[in-house]
């Protein structure tokens, strides 16, 4: 199909991986047959990281070398920041989990950069090595994690389930109905019941705000990234769909996708970052009630 | 459920991912942070021991800087007080040595005197006995005749008494 004006390109927008939906490996069977390109993505980058961290820390030194140090120090700045939006009492239970988080969301962004992630697989041949970009059955081999909403869905699921265990944790579930529905600023007497209704209200507001704490963040970073992905897709494509061949469609798909290459490196940490701060800041507004409570609690005590 | 499903979502998928989050958490909480967070608190409990180390030096460099002043300032005057004790002494000793230098003086004058006085009369002695000789010479030869020793003793009382010098 031969494009010959800008216009025309963007209106053929090459979608990432060949849709939303992850794709089964073509081929597979028994076992293995429920794998999608995604999972493969993640068990390899669950594979790096696993490498990658044991290497580092199998003969830690008091003196660091290169690899440790690495690690160290992005251990530290993690630790640093969560502690610094949690609290000291409650940044050694949640950190695990948010460092988890942010380091696998992070691999798997950049995993999508990695040449031939999203576009070696399984479609219709149209020359030497070269796939339709635009058959719609074209399956590639490895599609970044985080670009499947099974995953950033999942990575959500997990994070609600460990803040429902720490708020519960710390809170109790009474604590836990009282933190969200009853007046809070240290209100009493007449004023408390009067306001009662309406923080009952707001309550039911929070509840589901929420609940579509999940919703926001996995869609957030699957849109971020699966956006990148089809950004990448699109510029890389578009010297053909302008009507380049040989060469120069070879020479445009490597230069025009270059500048938004750096952008997507950005793209990648930022919806990383994003995406565990928010969580933090979610663990921390449940904790830090806690701890008014107490206090409050305390001073009625007196 | 039709909308997650418009978004490729699929339950099986779903829990896939959820069990490779978890693997990732596992292998991290195993391998990463637990190593490491020890290790950084290992290091900063060192850090810290040195610290506290470093300021305990300090602490003893200075009692030791103001122990050996101490001892510098003491030594210091111990030594005035020996210097000006044996200025005192070396101004006794001397004074007494003058004292005795005096004496000797004194007595060593007192001899001479004497000598001088002993040798001053045996030579006054002498000059008498000679001078009677000569006016008894000069008596027998302006007389001619020779004067027997009455005469001579009587010759020398009067030479002497006249020669009383």
Same mark, same amino acid.
């Given at each position: 199909?031969?494009?010959?004006? @800008?216009?025309?390109?963007?209106?053929?927008?090459?979608?990432?991986?060949?849709?939303?939906?992850?794709?089964?490996?073509?081929?597979? &069977?028994?076992?293995?047959?429920?794998?999608?390109?995604?999972?493969?993505?993640?068990?390899?980058?669950?594979?790096?990281?696993?490498?990658? !961290?044991?290497?580092?820390?199998?003969?830690?030194?008091?003196?660091?070398?290169?690899?440790?140090?690495?690690?160290?120090?992005?251990?530290?700045?993690?630790?640093?920041?969560?502690?610094? @939006?949690?609290?000291?009492?409650?940044?050694?239970?949640?950190?695990?989990?948010?460092?988890?988080?942010?380091?696998?969301?992070?691999?798997?962004?950049?995993?999508?950069? +990695?040449?031939?992630?999203?576009?070696?697989?399984?479609?219709?041949?149209?020359?030497?090595?070269?796939?339709?970009?635009?058959?719609?059955?074209?399956?590639?081999?490895?599609?970044?994690? !985080?670009?499947?909403?099974?995953?950033?869905?999942?990575?959500?699921?997990?994070?609600?389930?460990?803040? !429902?265990? @720490?708020?519960?944790?710390?809170?109790?579930?009474?604590?836990?109905?009282?933190?969200?529905?009853?007046?809070?600023?240290?209100?009493? &007497?007449?004023?408390?019941?009067?306001?009662?209704?309406?923080?009952?209200?707001?309550?039911?507001?929070?509840?589901?705000? @929420?609940?579509?704490?999940?919703?926001?963040?996995?869609?957030?970073?699957?849109?971020?990234?699966?956006? &990148?992905?089809?950004?990448?897709?699109?510029?890389?494509? +578009?010297?053909?769909?302008?009507?380049?061949?040989?060469?120069?469609?070879?020479?445009?798909?490597?230069?025009?996708?270059?500048?938004?290459?750096?952008?997507?490196?950005?793209?990648?940490?930022?919806?990383?970052?994003?995406?565990?701060?928010?969580?933090?800041?979610?663990?921390?507004?449940?904790?830090?009630?806690?701890?008014?409570?107490?206090?409050?609690?305390?001073?009625?005590?007196? | 459920?039709?909308?997650?499903?418009?978004?490729?979502?699929? $339950?099986?998928?779903?829990?896939?991912?959820?069990?490779?989050?978890?693997?990732?958490?596992?292998?991290?909480?195993?391998?990463?942070?637990?190593?490491?967070?020890?290790?950084?608190?290992?290091?900063?409990?060192?850090?810290?021991?040195?610290?506290?180390?470093?300021?305990?030096?300090?602490?003893?460099?200075?009692?030791?800087?103001?122990?050996?002043?101490?001892?510098?300032?003491?030594?210091?005057?111990?030594?005035?007080?020996?210097?000006?004790?044996?200025?005192?002494?070396?101004?006794?000793?001397?004074?007494?040595?003058?004292?005795?230098?005096?004496?000797?003086?004194?007595?060593?004058?007192?001899?001479?005197?004497?000598?001088?006085?002993?040798?001053?009369?045996? $030579?006054?002695?002498?000059?008498?006995?000679?001078?009677?000789?000569?006016?008894?010479?000069?008596?027998?030869?302006?007389?001619?005749?020779? $004067?027997?020793?009455?005469?001579?003793?009587?010759?020398?009382?009067?030479?002497?008494?006249?020669?009383? $010098?």
């Amino acid at each position: 199909m031969q494009i010959h004006s @800008i216009d025309q390109a963007f209106s053929h927008v090459v979608l990432a991986a060949g849709g939303l939906d992850a794709p089964h490996i073509p081929g597979l &069977g028994g076992m293995t047959a429920y794998l999608t390109n995604s999972i493969v993505m993640a068990v390899l980058v669950t594979v790096a990281i696993l490498l990658f !961290t044991r290497i580092a820390t199998r003969k830690m030194t008091m003196v660091p070398d290169g690899k440790q140090n690495f690690v160290e120090f992005v251990i530290e700045m993690l630790y640093g920041q969560v502690e610094g @939006i949690v609290g000291e009492k409650v940044a050694p239970k949640v950190f695990p989990l948010l460092a988890t988080l942010f380091v696998f969301i992070l691999c798997a962004n950049w995993s999508g950069l +990695i040449p031939g992630v999203g576009t070696v697989g399984f479609g219709e041949k149209i020359g030497f090595l070269t796939l339709d970009p635009e058959d719609h059955n074209f399956v590639p081999l490895f599609r970044p994690p !985080t670009a499947d909403f099974n995953m950033t869905l999942a990575l959500a699921a997990v994070f609600m389930g460990m803040w !429902t265990w @720490i708020t519960i944790k710390e809170l109790g579930v009474f604590g836990f109905i009282k933190h969200v529905f009853a007046p809070k600023g240290g209100l009493s &007497g007449g004023l408390w019941w009067g306001l009662l209704p309406i923080f009952i209200f707001v309550g039911f507001i929070e509840i589901i705000s @929420i609940m579509f704490r999940p919703v926001t963040l996995s869609f957030r970073l699957l849109g971020n990234v699966y956006a &990148g992905e089809t950004l990448l897709h699109s510029m890389s494509n +578009i010297g053909e769909q302008m009507g380049l061949t040989g060469v120069w469609a070879f020479v445009s798909s490597v230069l025009v996708p270059l500048p938004f290459y750096f952008m997507e490196i950005l793209v990648g940490l930022i919806q990383a970052i994003v995406f565990t701060l928010l969580c933090a800041v979610y663990v921390q507004l449940s904790t830090e009630h806690d701890e008014e409570g107490h206090d409050e609690g305390g001073e009625s005590a007196h | 459920m039709e909308i997650l499903e418009t978004f490729g979502f699929s $339950l099986e998928k779903f829990a896939a991912q959820v069990i490779i989050v978890g693997i990732v958490f596992f292998i991290l909480y195993k391998s990463a942070y637990g190593p490491v967070l020890a290790m950084l608190e290992q290091r900063r409990r060192r850090i810290a021991d040195g610290e506290a180390n470093l300021e305990k030096i300090r602490e003893q460099m200075e009692q030791a800087e103001s122990n050996v002043q101490e001892k510098i300032d003491k030594a210091n005057a111990e030594a005035d007080r020996m210097i000006a004790e044996a200025k005192d002494s070396a101004e006794s000793v001397r004074e007494q040595k003058t004292q005795a230098a005096i004496v000797e003086a004194g007595k060593i004058i007192a001899k001479a005197n004497e000598a001088a006085k002993l040798e001053h009369e045996q $030579l006054m002695a002498e000059l008498k006995g000679e001078f009677g000789r000569l006016v008894i010479d000069t008596t027998e030869k302006v007389t001619g005749k020779v $004067l027997d020793n009455k005469d001579q003793e009587r010759i020398n009382q009067e030479t002497a008494g006249q020669v009383a $010098l």
